[in-house]
């Protein structure tokens, strides 16, 4: 017998070291960027990734400072603007404690060992505090 049932989405949590520098920050960020847009593509391991956080990475000296995201709607009054998730950090680190990237397998094709290969192929690990897949670090079977 036959069923189809749905495979939930894996949640993968990308951790910043908490030491990171502006250039740390900015090379994850271009890192993550990377290897999304490869696992993106069909056939590719990655449902989705919070672009708002890779942006924010991607700014390096103090990401929490300006995100600016904009959502259209059909007609050009429904819009929604966010300048600010969080308040000035003094210090990169301080903002790198709160920039976890979250991201999303494809519960159909996922496979531990291949997201785990694929993450360490593209994310130098001296750039991350962990990694966690589906509840568990990528340093753990």
Do not use: K
């Not at 429904?78 to 999303?104: K, S």
Request: proline letters at 6%; charged letters at 25%; aromatic letters at 4%.
């Amino acid at each position: 017998m036959e069923t189809n049932t749905l495979i939930p989405d894996v949640a993968c949590d990308v951790v910043p070291r908490r030491d990171a520098s502006s250039d740390d920050l900015r090379a994850l960020g271009l890192a993550l960027a990377d290897w999304s847009e490869a696992e993106l593509r069909a056939g590719g391991l990655l449902r989705s990734i919070d672009n708002i956080v890779l942006v924010e990475l991607l700014g390096g000296d103090d990401p929490s400072e300006i995100v600016f995201a904009v959502l259209h709607g059909q007609d050009d009054n429904d819009c929604l603007t966010i300048t600010r998730r969080a308040p000035v950090h003094a210090d990169p680190a301080e903002a790198a404690l709160q920039l976890v990237v979250a991201c999303a397998f494809c519960g159909p094709t996922y496979s531990r060992q291949r997201a785990v290969q694929s993450l360490r192929d593209a994310i130098p690990a001296h750039l991350v505090e962990d990694i966690v897949i589906d509840g568990r670090s990528w340093n753990h079977p």
